[in-house]
């Protein structure tokens, strides 16, 4: 028996044991059918020689592989990566399409290999190491019987997170082409069905809505073929134990880092079996493979928690913030910045945005960001994308001395790209018409005006790289949003051969991913923010190339609640983006107070998005004052373990919170929807602190030991024990009111002093 530090391999009965302190996945190989067997995946369980007890198999009636024997079903195997055409009647993890025009494939395991470290996946995002003892990946090769297909099934358990990520590589090694119809990231059979299935559900302004539902007997999934991971799902789903809360229970979750089209779907079979699987969704998709070609999925992230939906989303922002994000900024406290785009939209110009910038370093924010409107002649959605020369009527100086004024306030700058899109009427459009993906002969759709450009042609994107190298190389930019307001309709390639149309979605992702890469290379300091009409990509891909995304064009506190606690599922709030923006808000036209708008944007990347030069000074003063107290707290802000404690979607309070790593500070927001009269008693119980240390609670300047923040929590009543006023002089608060409290221990502080 082979030991590896978190691999444990028993040769003789050919069984795989992963596992580090959290989580455990085990599997073998079938000795009749050579298939791999799941076995078990979940908390952490102590090693031992076999694992065969957890066989099980029922005299049932099948389909049998081998003339003879009854017990050859794959439709009774809990497997690793399924296939479809023989004995297993589910949806399968792969299929091939020969030929001859058949469907049949079977894989059999043939070896496996472990290196230390994790491999990088060419051309596509991925968690990785820093050093090579954080993780081990165990590849196991599996052949076709039929020919000489290989298929690379990869499994890398880190040392600290609770997570194993999973791909798969399809080589063909024989000299007849052949094609690839499904090819999954991941499958996994669990033995029961006892879940629910979590998901975040959305639309454009509404993004990340959190829906949970009991698994049913059938097919359920999630899934996007808009080619961009969407704003309607999100590549995520959680597999939740019905008794699970925020802060207790079983939850797997599996989330794809992949920023175009998947599919995450849930296959509870008659014996209820649950089998989970994500990855590219096999809708509209095929690859062809040729003589030595091979095809590479994107990863997938498992991750189990016994520690509630908290336990898991801490698991993924861990993970994502330190070993997926990338570059100088991953741990880099981010800038506050001031964004132009609800201020004028698109009309300004250089003294109007220098207004701004200038009324925005007096008020303590640190980045100015030049939204849509500064190229071509876009006065309006309808023109000039592709066209990415400064419009100087406008910009006088360009944004060459646009960025050097910005600078010279002390600020740094950004710009605004949209680079997958083209408009009608410009200098690229008129050129390379075929550029534009669409079906010759056939209507193109049009989405905000604009269309989409053939990132799956590495001209094309070759050519939008020069543009927006001319400017970068020229202008001191900071910092760049990428946004893509539209899906990828009528998806047809003119490069493409009629047999290859399947490959137009995610050739045209690798060909983003080229881009960014290309960016992030030649400019290392420049800070990337991705969008997509707000949370349309806000996925795991684009965090590897952009350490932050806007979650939503909705900057509504109330909306933002929402959005930002479904975010948090998957998401470090070092990659939410959220800002502080005018009332009556510009998406639903509701108004909030300055304080709440900032106590909800303070958890994500914090920042404004209004015309700051025309307001009170009281709200001036205001803005000062929240940008002082983010400052301070940062570091929590972008570190520290996140709890929600109180969701949006359950009722009117909404509460979560911050804990530093070593719980000597936490930071809490509570909010309440709407005032209810004559109200109960509110009180909110804290997680995550030391029970031991005494902590000062600010502003309220309470004295609590963190054992009775988290047995009895946070009180909300009004201070009225000595008051002898009539009800009727009570001060009201009103709707859409929020509280922050600031926690920080203080070990030498007496009790009474307090009191
Ligand atoms: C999208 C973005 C917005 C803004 C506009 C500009 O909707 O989400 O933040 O940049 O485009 O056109």
């Not at 975040?200 to 991971?229: C, I």
């Not at 600078?407 to 459009?429: A, C, D, I």
């Not at 510009?586 to 998005?609: K, L, P």
């Not at 520290?640 to 790593?661: H, I």
């Amino acid at each position: 028996m082979k030991e590896f530090q978190f691999i444990h391999i028993n040769e003789a009965a050919n069984e795989f044991h992963l596992s580090n302190q959290a989580v455990s996945y085990i599997f073998r190989v079938d000795p009749t059918t050579h298939q791999l067997e799941q076995l078990y995946f979940g908390k952490k369980i102590q090693h031992r020689k076999s694992f065969f007890y957890l066989v099980e198999r029922e005299n049932r009636p099948a389909n049998n592989l081998y003339e003879g024997n009854h017990t050859s079903s794959l439709e009774h195997i809990k497997q690793e990566y399924p296939s479809f055409g023989t004995t297993d009647f589910r949806y399968p993890a792969h299929q091939i399409k020969w030929p001859s025009g058949d469907q049949v494939t079977h894989l059999e395991y043939a070896s496996y290999t472990i290196s230390k470290g994790k491999p990088t996946l060419e051309g596509l995002p991925a968690t990785y190491v820093d050093s090579k003892e954080e993780a081990e990946t165990l590849t196991i090769i599996l052949k076709d019987i039929y020919s000489e297909l290989e298929v690379q099934l990869n499994y890398t358990i880190f040392s600290t997170f609770s997570a194993i990520t999973r791909s798969a590589c399809f080589i063909n090694r024989g000299t007849t082409t052949i094609q690839l119809e499904n090819a999954m990231s991941a499958s996994v059979d669990f033995p029961d069905a006892d879940f629910e299935l979590l998901h975040l559900n959305g639309a454009w302004a509404r993004e990340t809505h959190v829906e949970r539902k009991a698994l049913h007997t059938g097919l359920q999934s999630v899934s996007s073929a808009r080619g961009a991971s969407s704003h309607a799902h999100n590549p995520f789903m959680a597999l939740v134990r019905p008794e699970t809360t925020e802060l207790n229970g079983e939850v797997y979750g599996f989330s794809l880092i992949y920023s175009g089209n998947f599919t995450a779907q849930v296959e509870v079979d008659t014996y209820h079996v649950t089998r989970a699987m994500l990855g590219i969704n096999p809708f509209r998709f095929n690859w062809q493979l040729n003589e030595g070609d091979f095809f590479q999925t994107p990863e997938a992230v498992l991750v189990y928690s016994d520690a509630g939906l908290n336990g898991m989303s801490q698991t993924y922002h861990e993970l994502y913030r330190t070993r997926l994000a990338r570059g100088r900024w991953r741990d880099k406290e981010r800038p506050i910045l001031i964004n132009n785009w609800e201020a004028t939209y698109f009309d300004f110009n250089e003294e109007k945005i220098l207004e701004i910038a200038r009324n925005g370093a007096e008020l303590g924010m640190e980045l100015f960001v030049l939204d849509d409107g500064w190229f071509g002649k876009r006065d309006d959605d309808t023109s000039s994308l592709g066209d990415w020369v400064e419009d100087k009527t406008k910009l006088s100086n360009g944004i060459k001395g646009l960025s050097e004024k910005i600078h010279q306030l002390g600020l740094k700058f950004g710009l605004w790209f949209e680079p997958e899109m083209v408009s009608k009427n410009t200098p690229l459009h008129d050129e390379h018409s075929d550029w534009v993906i669409g079906v010759p002969g056939k209507n193109i759709s049009h989405g905000r005006n604009q269309f989409v450009l053939d990132f799956s042609r590495p001209e094309v994107v070759d050519s939008i790289f020069q543009q927006m190298d001319a400017i970068l190389h020229d202008a001191q930019v900071d910092y760049i949003k990428w946004d893509m307001n539209r899906y990828i309709s009528e998806a047809y390639s003119d490069a493409l051969p009629p047999e290859q149309q399947g490959e137009v979605y995610h050739r045209y992702i690798l060909g983003v991913y080229e881009l960014y890469e290309r960016l992030i290379t030649k400019y290392p300091d420049i800070l990337f923010e991705s969008c997509a009409g707000g949370g349309a990509r806000n996925d795991p891909g684009m965090l590897y190339y952009a350490p932050q995304a806007w979650a939503s064009d909705d900057t509504d506190a109330v909306e933002r609640l929402k959005i930002q606690y479904g975010t948090s599922m998957v998401y470090p709030l070092s990659s939410i983006g959220s800002h502080v923006s005018a009332v009556p808000n510009h998406q639903v036209g509701r108004v909030t107070s300055m304080d709440i708008r900032s106590n909800v944007a303070y958890f994500g990347t914090f920042g404004y998005e209004m015309d700051i030069t025309t307001l009170s000074d009281a709200d001036k003063e205001s803005i000062r004052h929240h940008i002082q107290f983010f400052k301070k707290h940062r570091a929590l802000v972008q570190q520290g373990t996140f709890y929600r404690l109180e969701s949006p979607f359950d009722g009117n309070t909404v509460a979560w919170m911050l804990v530093s790593k070593d719980q000597s500070e936490a930071l809490v927001g509570y909010y309440q929807i709407l005032a209810t009269p004559n109200p109960a008693y509110e009180r909110l119980k804290l997680t995550g602190l030391n029970p031991e240390t005494m902590y000062i609670v600010e502003p309220i300047n309470q004295s609590r030991y963190g054992d009775d923040l988290m047995a009895i929590g946070l009180l909300f009543a009004d201070d009225v024990t000595n008051g002898i006023e009539p009800t009727w002089k009570f001060n009201r608060h009103g709707d859409f009111t929020s509280n922050m409290f600031y926690l920080k221990s203080n070990d030498s502080l007496e009790d009474k002093k307090w009191e």
